[in-house]
């Protein structure tokens, strides 16, 4: 089948297809094309098997996130890790299911409609849902199914994460020393004040440079000429046949039809042995149903007596809700009453409901001219899409049989030759900010010797960081050398004036910090700071309590000031440190004022949920350690390498 493939292939599109032939073999294993459909699995959990199929749609999720996938041992590393994440929610999934939990219709409702691709100006939209659902490959029943499993498995451990127990002094004393305060003062002392009275020499300089010459180097550069295909770009030459939208429309039509939508509104009343059990919530629904008959408010009801955490304080509010998302019998009656009309009590798994109809939106299917706008745009997309994908094909033929120059594919596609700026192996902007463009830039075959005369035309190479968001093709350049320059060692000339404001800066930081030392010093034998700072010509600053993360006050002088030893009593603690912008200072520590934490103070719960989260995550880490621990879990890792089969 390659072979056949080759035979044929005219273009590097072609080969793409023969590439994506070949990278499912190398990754699963070439047995499995032609060993019939007998599944293989990578683990077992207590039982359940783990497809490789399954495996390998977790897999290859990751990778579409890497910009370079991993090969060789990386790739085998990554293998085990993924399934690994699996087997741990495979584990939490059963520990849930085993524990009774359960999700409930109105819940997985509400999950759905935050999810912002459903939504449309920032409102749930049953046809987008529909649509992101169709364009993914799944179906409603499929991911509803994955949702649940998921918030199953988010809702077991929050459970286990709020059942970690924190010391109750823990967190009033880690407040207290976050809260803590300082009396301090400080003085810096100014490099520039120095520099004045510093001297280079030429001899100076002349000698720094020698010791340092290897320091003061010129990088090699490139500069590119380039033409670059992007699919943006191509949207623009489409020309927008009437004939073919309007073709368009008619077979997506389905796509244009809104179902039925109803606002809809409920009180829930669970079934509690405890409290007389189904015939006890039934009645209890009743005797509501006769108040909102008689009068009352059907929201002032649902906040006071509605058992659905999730909607009771809403007034029973559960937004507009299509066919098939709640519960079979809840549908059924929903969709059954006029508006404005309440249900008689409905049994549920998740107990008795009333139903209320707030708001019906019939169903109606969007004319042409309503989403003529959103069939040309996506016209234009295709169209665009496969002019691409054949004036690729040409740009690789026509590059590859004109080595030594754009010009032909630049006339015979419609393209234009642009010049990048120029860039070091460490790239550059634009386009030379991608690694592929950088390494085949200064690649044998591009860059030759230098030299543009001898430089080819380059493969075409993708440009991953400047793909299109809204574009499922990323643009492609083909590039060759327009200019070389060669790594070079600078001249003196070229840095004297560098070499010489690096060392008067130098000395005269190293004056600077003699002077803060001898400050320093004498701060310790007994003198003030205000004395100090007076026979210098220095300013003090400070003086006041301040936090640990005081605003106005230089980050690295905080820092080193919070780690200095608690003064004696009636002393004080002498530090010095090299401000933010590389100034020396001396600073005086004279008092620590520590925080009164009482039990209702808003920190202290704030701290508090910061421990709460670190002790849940070692809460959670143990947890997951335990059921593994319990687990029969069966691994076939010779099924996740290449050219294995069960």
Do not use: C
Request: aromatic letters at 6%; proline letters at 4%; zero cysteines.
């Amino acid at each position: 089948m390659l072979q056949a493939i080759r035979d044929k292939a005219t273009g590097w599109i072609a080969w793409v297809i023969v590439i994506l032939l070949i990278i499912p073999f190398a990754l699963w294993g070439i047995n499995e094309y032609f060993s019939g459909t007998a599944e293989v699995n990578v683990a077992e959990v207590n039982g359940v098997e783990i497809s490789r199929d399954l495996f390998n749609q977790y897999l290859q999720r990751e990778l579409n996130q890497r910009e370079e996938p991993p090969e060789g041992a990386a790739l085998d590393a990554l293998r085990k890790s993924v399934l690994d994440r699996m087997i741990n929610e495979e584990l939490l999934a059963q520990a849930a299911a085993g524990m009774g939990m359960r999700i409930a219709p109105e819940a997985l409702a509400a999950q759905v409609r935050t999810i912002e691709a459903f939504q449309r100006e920032g409102q749930f939209d049953q046809d987008q849902y529909r649509r992101v659902l169709l364009a993914n490959g799944l179906t409603v029943a499929a991911f509803e199914a994955q949702q649940i499993r998921a918030m199953l498995i988010q809702q077991l451990m929050d459970g286990v994460q709020k059942s970690a127990f924190l010391p109750k002094a823990s967190e009033a004393h880690l407040l207290a020393v976050q809260e803590r305060e300082i009396e301090l003062s400080w003085l810096a002392v100014p490099v520039e004040r120095f520099e004045a009275g510093v001297e280079v020499s030429e001899a100076d300089v002349e000698s720094w440079f020698s010791e340092h010459a290897g320091e003061y180097v010129e990088p090699e550069k490139v500069r590119v000429d380039y033409i670059l295909l992007d699919v943006r770009d191509l949207e623009k030459r489409v020309e927008v046949d009437e004939v073919e939208l309007r073709s368009l429309y008619e077979q997506q039509k389905g796509l244009y039809r809104t179902d039925e939508q109803r606002k809809l509104a409920h009180i829930l009343i669970r079934i509690d042995e405890a409290e007389g059990g189904r015939e006890a919530a039934l009645e209890k629904a009743a005797e509501l149903r006769r108040r909102i008959a008689d009068g009352e408010e059907f929201s002032a009801l649902a906040r006071e007596f509605s058992q659905d955490p999730g909607s009771a304080k809403q007034g029973g509010e559960l937004g507009y809700v299509a066919r098939g998302i709640m519960d079979p019998k809840f549908d059924e009656v929903a969709f059954s009453l006029n508006k404005g009309e309440v249900s008689q009590p409905v049994e549920t798994p998740f107990g008795i409901h009333l139903i209320k109809v707030e708001e019906i939106k019939p169903g109606r299917e969007k004319s042409f001219d309503e989403v003529r706008a959103e069939l040309e745009r996506e016209y234009r997309r295709n169209e665009a899409e496969n002019l691409f994908y054949d004036l690729a094909d040409q740009l690789y033929d026509i590059t590859y049989e004109n080595p030594n120059t754009l010009e032909p594919a630049a006339e015979q596609l419609g393209l234009e030759i642009r010049t990048s700026d120029w860039f070091t192996r460490a790239g550059g902007e634009g386009g030379a900010a991608e690694p592929a463009v950088v390494q085949t830039a200064f690649g044998e075959e591009v860059l030759g010797e230098g030299d543009p005369a001898r430089s080819l035309n380059s493969r075409p190479i993708e440009l991953k960081r400047g793909g299109a968001r809204d574009n499922r093709i990323t643009p492609v350049v083909v590039l060759r050398l327009n200019a070389h320059r060669s790594q070079r060692p600078k001249k003196l000339e070229e840095v004297r004036d560098q070499i010489t404001a690096q060392l008067r800066r130098q000395r005269a930081l190293a004056e600077a910090e003699q002077l803060r030392d001898r400050i320093a010093d004498e701060l310790r034998s007994g003198r003030s700071l205000e004395e100090l700072a007076q026979e210098h010509g220095l300013e003090v600053a400070g003086g006041e309590f301040v936090g640990r993360y005081q605003g106005g006050v230089d980050g690295a002088l905080l820092k080193r000031a919070f780690r200095t030893p608690r003064p004696a009593e009636g002393g004080v603690s002498v530090g010095t440190v090299a401000l933010t912008d590389g100034s020396p200072a001396v600073f005086l520590v004279s008092g620590v004022r520590d925080a009164s934490v009482g039990d209702k103070d808003p920190k202290r719960s704030f701290m508090a949920r910061i421990l709460r989260t670190l002790y849940g995550s070692a809460e959670t880490t143990a947890f997951m350690r335990q059921l593994r621990e319990e687990a029969n879990i069966v691994l076939f890792e010779d099924h996740l390498k290449a050219g294995d089969e069960g």
